[in-house]
């Protein structure tokens, strides 16, 4: 006989019993596989989503900076060799046709053709917000893209041909702006959106009241949300609100005609590289692009560097001076002589007064141009020598200006001049010089190229007509003051060292800029023109893009890598299905063994034959790892089943942790395999673990079924006992510690709960294993309930595996509902997640004026005095903002480009939320953690603080740990999580303090990000909307903390209602398995049974004893569990009664009740059918 005779024999003979067997690995293999299908299908759903969203889109330009709209078709090679006039760009301010602004750009020869299928697509892409001009549903966190056809080519044809024609005023919305505005085709509404400005707006000459724009626009049409209508650069799953309208349009609204501010490179068909598209980007970039203009000075003979930000960046300072040293010939830059330099610097400021006389009488002049300059200035003085270098302390004045003060050399000259301040204002400063000389009115000193064009000032006519953004009094202009404008324009009036002139007018040096012009002088004997020419060929050279914010973004790359998702969904449902897994082994188990049993007889033949133990061992562990592995093939195919249902709950029951419908099933073969083979070693171990020892039986036992030879003892239940003492005792220790301030109540409730388990389970042990001191007398059915509890004496280890089984998962999917997460309205503390702020708001537009003084409420024209009076009574604490990925647990992707806001002093000094740990040093940082963001670290990592959640499962970091991002400038830096909070309300954003976020993303003007603390009895709700309401032109969307508290806490919850559904399902499989423990036993009693029956004892009586012993395992198991479970959520049905899922948890223990009852019964009925 062939050793594998007997096992295929018995697998068809017993094929009944393997049935049952291979529906219970069904069972663990489609949960166990079903599960990392899950996992499969987030994943691959999120891929799709995010790719889906880019329309094929693989490098985009994203940038704070416009530049020129063709600039998009010489990438693509659809635009070459253009003028500058032909690229909509025209002269810069000077002379039409100079050669400075010919070689703005290099020749467009050459640059490398592009590969064949790539496209370059010009867009405006800005965050706004949108007003239903009927209703006035307000929706904030707007995408607004200016685009045209060549955008609408991305989306196919069938979206090109649905264009209006002969329009350029409308708007096509997606379909989820248009569902959260309640809007229809035909409905107007108010396209709001931050207005960009070329002068920092922070800075004294930016227009801080022009700094929003809005157009009233009609829908044309609803995009669907999928394929364009749900373009997006951001990894988020949820729907973006988008709005698209004319390019065109959106350009005269910002007075961007020919700009724009984002490229997007497609590629059909064929690939490119990261350092290809950024190559070619810096090869057809102009000076225009970057803001630049080179000023040729003919008469003067000098070229003047400019920026159309009026300030020249920091990064472009020292691209100049070398491409200054690059144009040097013998014949072509004259150095200067004092410092060897071959530029001048110059930073031009308006004065608001020159003064100069004793404080009893004083002269003075209003407005006048001041020339901060470096180095040996190209003045001359009155007594016809070279001004010297000006010292610290000094001023020259010119002519004019000296004669109209009558000031004498050697006096006092005092400047009043106005700087910003925070809060959006100006305030007065005033300085005192030295007279050093007089500067006499040649061509040189009254050259008024020293200030670059200022629209608004330097282009007027008149004094009178000056239209500056800070509060001006013409009334003190004199005709003499107008005499000196119509003559000399804006020449400077008095002339200081570049040094204090940066002290008094550039506190913020490396942000905004130092300079306003920088001048090269060429040689008498140098051609001007071919000079300029090589001048502006070696800047371009040198510039880099990216320094200055301009850099193509992989974004298709970026989508992949944030497609494998923050959360392991695999693991996560893994660890939901742990029980259902549990039980399914258990059940292979005991299924499994009690078939083996009831084939006792055989085996006691084979054994009496001749059949070696191990060869008896190994026959039943291949006859059941082919039924493992027939279940586990029947079982991959219902884990699809099974991940599909799953799917649907996260798309519909538990959809609050996922925020998207757009999963899709996604089966992998390598998930399948690796499910398929887990199960089998599972099963397999469950089998083999099943007939342990059974093999070792004698002949005459295995022939008698006498398969169990366990019986309790006194030594074992002493052992129990210990336990269980130690079991309490470690519980009440927790209890005493939970009364203490240095411990969490809920996780160490949870720990006395599950050792008053483990010591009530000990009990039980300790009960099962003593010897009855009674016999049982007496007749009735209580006499026969008190036998079958007996019974569960009998198998000690079978009926502690059921029982524990019962209560350790009753226990679980009870016990965890303790860290179900509830807002609480009340907890306005400043220590609590709220950190005492009941309102947030974000704003599309910076707001440059403070929202706490009640003049910046009237810069922002808020005029409705209910919300005047609402805000006089709160505090609003505003924050810089950059834009990006959210960071907390709503967005499923893994973020690339996360949120950050900048923490103002005052908010430093102010603290706040709750913290779970820190890296404090001093009592002032644990009192205050928040001062950790101004510590500094040796090796120049920075401060951040971030929530504690947000960090550990989304980011995968944690305290002290280093998370790196990219500044502005492109360069990668690194961040130090210096705090955690405790579940804020501060989840998607990650915190630094203010002047290290100004040093990551300089070019941030404003703020866009507030929180607001109100007084107890003020209207939270009534407060939003007027806000909202006052402040719609900077699109100011305002929600409550509390709000964003509960969305947060809904995915805790959510996942936790998850593991209870399905911890719940598997519990109840469990007590399935209780019908196979019982009918074991029966099988194994079958002879006492007969007995009784023999004696007079009826069917129904022994019915009811088996019952009562079934019922005793269920019930114990239950009362264990639960009892354990309620002392664990005791501070969770303390604080929040009313939120403890009664309903559910009942319904599972009622159905695991009913379930095991009706298993028991089942299982009797069976055995004693077939006997």
Same mark, same amino acid.
């Given at each position: ?43 691959? %759903? ?31 090679? =659809? ?11 025209? &002269?810069?301010?000077?002379? !039409? ?99 960009? *400005? ?48 004319? /390019? ?5 609204? /910002? ?39 080179? =000023? ?51 930073? !031009? ?96 000193? !009254? ?55 940066? &002290? ?66 695999? $693991? @996560? ?45 190994? %026959? ?14 029947? #079982? ?13 709950? /996260? ?38 673990? &099943? ?61 006395? $709960? ?24 007496? %007749? ?5 309930? =008190? ?5 569960? =004496? ?39 997640? &709220? ?5 947030? !708001? ?97 090796? #120049? ?13 989304? @980011? ?26 405790? #579940? ?10 203010? *002047? ?65 559904? /399905? ?109």
């Amino acid at each position: 006989m062939h050793r594998y005779t007997v096992p295929m024999r018995s697998l068809v003979y017993y094929w009944r019993a393997h049935v049952a067997v291979a529906l219970a690995v069904v069972a663990a293999t489609a949960a166990l596989t079903g599960a990392l299908l899950v996992g499969d299908s987030v994943r691959g %759903s999120l891929r799709e989503l995010a790719v889906s969203r880019l329309c094929g889109v693989t490098h985009a330009l994203i940038s704070t900076r416009f530049v020129r709209e063709s600039l998009a078709g010489e990438l693509d090679g =659809r635009t070459a060799n253009r003028t500058s006039d032909e690229r909509g760009i025209g &002269s810069p301010p000077g002379r !039409a046709g100079d050669p400075a602004n010919e070689s703005n750009r290099r020749p467009a020869t050459d640059a490398a053709a592009p590969p064949a299928g790539v496209r370059a697509t010009p867009i405006i892409l800005l965050p706004g917000g949108v007003t239903h001009a009927q209703t006035q549903a307000l929706v904030g966190r707007v995408n607004v893209l200016g685009v045209d056809g060549r955008f609408w080519e991305i989306g196919g044809a069938a979206v090109v041909s649905a264009l209006p024609t002969n329009a350029d005023r409308y708007a096509i919305v997606n379909q989820a702006l248009a569902d959260a505005l309640g809007a229809v085709p035909g409905d107007h509404i108010l396209v709001r959106i931050g207005k960009p *400005s070329d002068i920092p707006t922070e800075t004294l000459l930016g227009r801080k009241d022009d700094v929003t724009s809005s157009m009233r626009l009609p829908i044309h049409s609803v995009l669907p949300n999928a394929g364009i209508g749900q373009f997006s650069l951001q990894s988020s799953q949820a729907a973006p609100y988008n709005v698209y309208v004319p /390019l065109s349009e959106l350009q005269r609204a /910002l007075r961007k005609q020919g700009r724009v501010n984002a490229i997007l490179v497609t590629t059909h068909g064929t690939s490119i590289d990261d350092g290809s598209i950024d190559a070619k980007l810096r090869h057809h970039l102009s000076l225009q692009d970057v803001g630049l203009t080179v =000023r040729v000075d003919r008469e003067r003979r000098y070229l003047a560097l400019e920026s159309d930000r009026f300030l020249i960046e920091p990064p472009l300072e020292a691209t100049v001076r070398t491409a200054v040293k690059a144009t040097e010939t013998p014949t072509g830059i004259q150095r200067d002589t004092v410092s060897d330099d071959a530029t001048t610097e110059i930073l !031009a400021y308006l004065a608001k007064r020159i003064t100069v006389g004793d404080p009893n009488q004083t002269r003075s002049i209003p407005y006048s141009t001041i020339a901060a300059i470096a180095g040996d200035p190209p003045l001359n003085l009155g007594d016809g020598r070279r001004a010297p270098p000006l010292q610290f302390g000094e001023i020259y004045l010119n002519r004019w200006t000296a004669d109209e003060l009558h000031a004498e050399i050697g006096g006092a000259v005092t400047l009043d001049y106005d700087v910003s301040t925070p809060a959006g204002g100006t305030t007065t400063k005033s300085t005192s010089f030295r007279l050093a000389g007089v500067v006499d009115m040649d061509a040189h000193g !009254a050259d008024p190229g020293f200030v670059p064009e200022y629209p608004g000032v330097t282009d007027t006519d008149d004094m009178a007509d000056w239209n500056p953004p800070f509060p001006i009094d013409l009334s003190t202009v004199s005709p003499r003051d107008e005499d000196y404008w119509d003559r000399y324009r804006a020449a400077p009036k008095a002339f200081v060292a570049l040094e204090q002139g940066q &002290s008094m007018w550039a506190s913020e040096t490396d942000r905004f800029g130092r300079l306003t012009s920088i001048r090269i002088h060429p040689s008498v004997s140098a051609d001007l023109d071919a000079v300029a020419a090589t001048f502006n060929r070696a800047l371009l050279d040198e510039i880099d893009p990216s320094a200055i914010g301009l850099r193509f973004r992989p974004v298709r790359d970026e989508a992949l890598a944030a497609g494998r998702g923050s959360t392991d969904f695999a $693991g @996560l449902f893994i660890g939901f299905s742990f029980f259902l897994i549990v039980a399914a082994a258990m059940l292979i188990a005991l299924l499994f063994r009690l078939g083996v049993e009831r084939r006792g007889r055989q085996l006691g033949l084979m054994r009496s034959v001749g059949f070696r133990p191990a060869t008896l061992a190994w %026959s039943l562990i291949l006859e059941g790892s082919i039924v493992a592995i027939v279940g586990a093939i029947a #079982g991959s195919a219902a884990a699809v089943a099974y991940g599909g249902l799953m799917l649907v709950g /996260l798309r519909t029951w538990w959809n609050d942790a996922v925020r998207t419908t757009s999963l899709q099933l996604h089966a992998s073969a390598t998930s399948i395999a690796a499910g398929f083979i887990v199960a089998v070693v599972i099963a397999v171990v469950s089998i083999a673990w &099943s007939v342990r020892g059974l093999a070792r039986r004698s002949p005459r036992a295995l022939s008698a079924g006498d398969t169990d030879h366990a019986s309790p003892t006194i030594k074992q239940s002493r052992k129990s006992v210990a336990v269980a003492v130690a079991a309490l005792i470690v519980a009440g220790g927790l209890f005493l510690a939970s009364r203490a301030a240095w411990t969490t109540e809920a996780p160490t409730f949870f720990g006395v $709960g599950a050792a008053i388990l483990v010591a009530g389970l000990a009990f039980v042990r300790a009960a099962i294993s003593a010897t009855p001191r009674r016999s049982i007398s007496r %007749s009735g059915p209580s006499s026969i309930a =008190r036998l079958g509890i007996r019974n569960a =004496r009998r198998a000690p280890g079978r009926s502690m595996m059921t029982i524990g089984l019962i209560a350790s998962a009753s226990f679980v999917v009870s016990a965890l509902q303790a860290f179900r997460l509830q807002t609480d309205e009340t907890a306005t503390d400043i220590s609590s997640p &709220s950190g005492g702020f009941t309102l947030f !708001a974000e704003s599309a537009a910076p707001l440059l004026y403070d929202l706490n003084s009640a003049a910046g409420r009237e810069k922002l024209n808020i005029v409705d005095d209910s919300v005047r009076d609402a805000l006089a009574g709160a505090t609003v604490v505003p924050f810089r903002l950059r834009p990006g990925d959210e960071a907390s647990c709503l967005n499923l992707y893994v973020r690339t480009h996360p949120r950050f806001i900048g923490a103002t002093p005052p908010m430093i000094a102010r603290g706040g939320f709750d913290f779970s740990a820190t890296l404090a040093d001093s009592d002032a940082e644990r009192r205050n953690p928040w001062t950790l963001l101004d510590r500094t670290f040796p090796d #120049g990592a920075i401060p951040a603080i971030g929530d504690e959640a947000a960090v550990k499962w989304q @980011l995968h970091s944690g305290l002290g740990d280093d998370f790196t991002t990219t500044d502005d400038a492109g360069t990668t830096r690194t961040l130090r999580f210096v705090a955690l909070f405790k #579940g804020s309300a501060l989840q998607d954003e990650l915190i630094v303090s203010e *002047s290290q976020f100004l040093q990551l993303f300089p070019s941030t003007n404003g703020f866009r990000f507030f929180l607001m603390e109100t007084p107890a009895d003020r209207d939270v709700q009534q407060l939003a909307v007027g806000l909202e309401r006052e402040l719609a032109p900077f699109s100011f969307d305002v929600g409550t903390i509390r709000d964003r508290l509960t969305a947060y806490a809904a995915v805790q919850n959510t996942y936790l209602s998850t593991f209870q559904s /399905l911890g719940g399902l598997g519990l109840v499989l469990g007590t399935v398995g209780l019908g196979a423990v019982m009918a074991r036993n029966v099988f194994e009693r079958r002879g006492e049974l007969a007995l009784m029956r023999a004696v007079g004892f009826r069917t129904r009586t022994i019915a009811f004893m088996v019952f009562a012993e079934n019922a005793t395992l269920v019930i114990a198991g239950l009362f264990l569990g639960v009892v354990s479970a309620l002392v664990a959520v005791a501070p969770h049905l303390r604080d929040r009664p009313g939120t403890f899922p009664w309903a559910s948890t009942g319904l599972i223990v009622l159905a695991v009740l009913v379930v095991g009852l009706l298993s028991g019964a089942a299982a009797f009925k069976h055995v004693a059918g077939h006997d």
